[in-house]
């Protein structure tokens, strides 16, 4: 069944158009393989896990998240996504 669920609208600011406009080819080309790799296709099914977190490390970054307007298990996947992507810092840190 299609998933019918609406999605949000996305307003862009004019700098961020004008930063789009001057993007070479090959960022395009990047950024479009990236989106493809990361949404193309079905939706890999997904796991359940369990990961301790120190509860002000947590409540923290919820809140955030919260003010943001933002998920936050979808910012943690986001920011899995990026790391793996290379676009993230490449902590060595546990």
Known sequence: MKDTRRRPV????????ARCRDMRTEEVLDFLEGFRLLHGGPRPAS?????????????AFRRRCRLEGMRYQTQIKRLMADWLLGSGKSGTGT
Do not use: G, H, T, W
């Open 47 to 59: 796991r359940l896990i369990s990961l301790k977190v120190p509860e002000d490390l947590l409540a």
């Open 10 to 17: 996305q307003y862009f600011s004019e700098e961020y158009l």
